[in-house]
């Protein structure tokens, strides 16, 4: 049973442009919630992250939004960047439990 | 300078053999964790530990055992390897009590089983 989806394995998007990523939860539990990058061969890296007391993070070319009755977080990136290809992995946390939960990824090209 | 570094980066060895996987970080956290990736790509959390004690022990066989000599470090050993075993572990660390969440990932361990 995953508790955090998400539901486009790949996404190619033009360089400039926006790439939108998603990602749906099902646990009204989750408290805050993580992007992280992954480039092949690497260990994912921390991207944003979003508290659910809030809707919206920024930081630089990156925002996560968060609608919370829906149970679903984006990840927004303009422009994009060939520097962006990589899979984007969403996770949430519930309470003072450490375990992250993570989606299956998305991979994203950004073409020239 | 490596935060959170894991040795061996490949790892290939047959089935019944007893192995082990390093991971060191030197950012100074307090949690470490051990993920396994499987082929679908799905990142699962299997132990953490916060000052040398185990907080986080999921469904995972006997056979693999997690070890901390310090909370700098967090080995994992893994005995009579299946084929089931084949995957990427990678070593997490993270700080309890900061405002964030976030967990710093090593490079990944890629074990073959044959």
């Known amino acids: 049973d995953q508790q955090v989806k998400q539901n486009s394995p790949s996404l190619s998007v033009q360089e400039g442009r926006i790439s939108i990523l998603n990602c749906d939860y099902t646990?009204?539990?989750?408290?805050?919630f993580l992007w992280y990058k992954k480039y092949p061969a690497e260990g994912p890296t921390f991207l944003i992250s979003?508290?659910?007391i809030k809707d919206k993070n920024e930081d630089g070319r990156f925002t996560v939004f968060l609608n919370k009755s829906a149970k679903h977080l984006s990840l927004h990136i303009v422009p994009s960047q060939p520097g962006d290809s990589a899979v984007y992995f969403c996770?949430?946390?519930?309470?003072?439990?450490?375990?992250?939960?993570w989606g299956l990824g998305t991979s994203l090209a950004v073409n020239p | 300078d490596t935060a959170v570094s894991q040795t061996p980066k490949y790892l290939v060895t047959q089935m019944g053999n007893d192995k082990s996987i390093k991971c060191e970080q030197n950012l100074g956290h307090d949690t470490m964790y051990w993920y396994k990736q499987d082929s679908k790509k799905f990142l699962k959390i299997m132990f953490s530990y916060n000052n040398k004690e185990l907080i986080i022990n999921e469904t995972v066989p006997n056979r693999f055992s997690p070890k901390s000599p310090d909370k700098a470090h967090l080995n994992l050993h893994i005995n009579s390897l299946e084929l089931g075993d084949s995957a990427v572990y990678f070593c997490a660390s993270s700080q309890v009590g900061g405002a964030s969440y976030e967990q710093y990932f090593g490079p990944g361990t890629r074990l073959t089983v044959t």
């Open positions: 996770a949430a946390k519930a309470g003072n439990n450490r375990k992250l939960i």
């Open positions: 979003i508290s659910s």
């Open positions: 646990n009204s539990m989750f408290d805050y």
